[in-house]
């Protein structure tokens, strides 16, 4: 077992070190790669899995309200520490309700569970995406506008994707294959991205730090053990969850944190922090969930 999860953690840790150590060298500025990844990658990477012939999301409804739940109880979980702590919820509770889905839960779920477990997590990604773009959002800013929201590349993908995905409906096979290889990209890209931001992240307050990154994979799992019996899921979808709940907090908490001057130095210290307690918490998690 020991074995099996450091072969599926190994891989994404060697390309975000890969990206780091770039960085260090060569101090990339990412921001025109990052656009490119959100813009067209992450959105193809939605919509070609939704819209997959060998995926039936109809099948795999339960894990939309296992996602709601897993980010509205890990909320929950954590509001009152934060009023414990002396610490704004608006800077706690992003972190600990958004995982990194993205960066790590993708690559770690195609690892763990192959192709139908890769497309099944797609799911859970786009629900907590979603979630992260309004919920979060106003999370952060009461003052947010969510009118642009329905032209967020991701939001459209996902909409065009069930649609598929619920109507049967399959593009041909030829340009089925061009989307899903550009879409493709984004897990390896997500990771370096992952590693060059680490650059730019200090342990300043880490005790603050600490308690965020402890709270995301804790609050998370406890989430997810209310989710599996209360959906009644099955054996493969709970591992999903389970892996979902067990990840560190989303690298786009920092920049929303930046966006909306949420206190960027205490979300770069959860952030940073989070993602190097993952050695501890996601083979945690892939204990419980193989």
Same mark, same amino acid.
């Given at each position: 077992?020991?074995?099996?999860?450091?072969?599926?953690?190994?891989?994404?840790?060697?390309?975000?070190?890969?990206?780091?150590?770039?960085? !260090?060298?060569?101090?990339?500025?990412? !921001?025109?790669?990052?656009?490119? &990844?959100?813009?067209?990658?992450?959105?193809?990477?939605?919509?070609?899995?939704?819209?997959? =012939?060998?995926?039936?999301?109809?099948? $795999?409804?339960?894990?939309?309200?296992?996602?709601?739940?897993?980010?509205?109880?890990?909320?929950?979980?954590?509001?009152?520490?934060?009023?414990?702590?002396?610490? *704004?919820?608006?800077?706690?509770?992003?972190?600990?309700?958004?995982?990194?889905?993205?960066?790590?839960?993708?690559?770690?779920?195609?690892?763990?569970?192959?192709?139908?477990?890769?497309?099944?997590?797609?799911?859970?990604?786009?629900?907590?995406?979603?979630?992260?773009?309004?919920?979060?959002?106003?999370?952060? *800013?009461?003052?947010?506008s969510l009118?642009?929201?329905? =032209? &967020?590349?991701?939001?459209?993908?996902?909409?065009?994707?069930?649609?598929?995905?619920?109507?049967?409906?399959?593009?041909?096979?030829?340009?089925?294959?061009?989307?899903?290889?550009?879409?493709?990209?984004?897990?390896?890209?997500?990771?370096?991205?992952?590693?060059?931001r680490m650059?730019?992240?200090?342990?300043?307050?880490?005790?603050?730090?600490?308690?965020?990154?402890?709270?995301?994979?804790?609050?998370?799992?406890?989430?997810?053990?209310?989710?599996?019996?209360?959906? $009644?899921?099955?054996?493969? $979808?709970?591992?999903?969850?389970?892996?979902?709940?067990?990840?560190?907090?989303?690298?786009? &908490?920092?920049?929303?944190?930046?966006?909306?001057? $949420?206190?960027?130095?205490?979300?770069? *210290?959860?952030?940073?922090?989070?993602?190097?307690?993952?050695?501890?918490?996601?083979?945690?998690?892939?204990?419980?969930?193989?």
């Amino acid at each position: 077992m020991f074995e099996r999860i450091l072969t599926i953690i190994l891989p994404v840790l060697v390309i975000v070190l890969i990206g780091w150590l770039y960085a !260090r060298h060569a101090r990339p500025d990412m !921001r025109a790669t990052n656009k490119l &990844n959100m813009d067209v990658c992450v959105p193809l990477l939605v919509f070609s899995a939704l819209a997959a =012939k060998d995926f039936h999301l109809a099948a $795999q409804w339960k894990l939309m309200p296992a996602a709601l739940l897993v980010v509205l109880v890990s909320g929950l979980l954590s509001w009152p520490v934060a009023r414990l702590a002396g610490i *704004s919820p608006r800077t706690l509770l992003p972190p600990v309700m958004f995982n990194n889905c993205g960066n790590m839960g993708l690559p770690l779920a195609l690892l763990a569970f192959g192709r139908e477990g890769f497309n099944a997590f797609v799911v859970l990604f786009v629900i907590s995406n979603l979630l992260h773009f309004t919920l979060g959002a106003f999370i952060f *800013s009461r003052h947010t506008s969510l009118r642009s929201l329905g =032209k &967020n590349p991701i939001v459209l993908a996902t909409a065009l994707g069930l649609l598929f995905g619920l109507a049967g409906w399959h593009l041909p096979d030829w340009l089925m294959g061009g989307l899903k290889l550009l879409g493709e990209i984004t897990i390896p890209l997500m990771l370096f991205a992952l590693g060059v931001r680490m650059l730019d992240v200090s342990f300043k307050g880490w005790h603050i730090g600490l308690l965020g990154a402890v709270l995301c994979p804790l609050t998370g799992l406890a989430a997810a053990a209310i989710a599996v019996p209360l959906l $009644q899921l099955d054996a493969s $979808q709970a591992a999903l969850v389970i892996l979902f709940g067990a990840l560190p907090p989303a690298v786009l &908490n920092f920049l929303m944190a930046e966006l909306y001057q $949420q206190e960027a130095d205490r979300m770069a *210290s959860i952030v940073l922090i989070g993602n190097l307690l993952s050695l501890l918490f996601v083979p945690l998690g892939l204990a419980f969930a193989l």
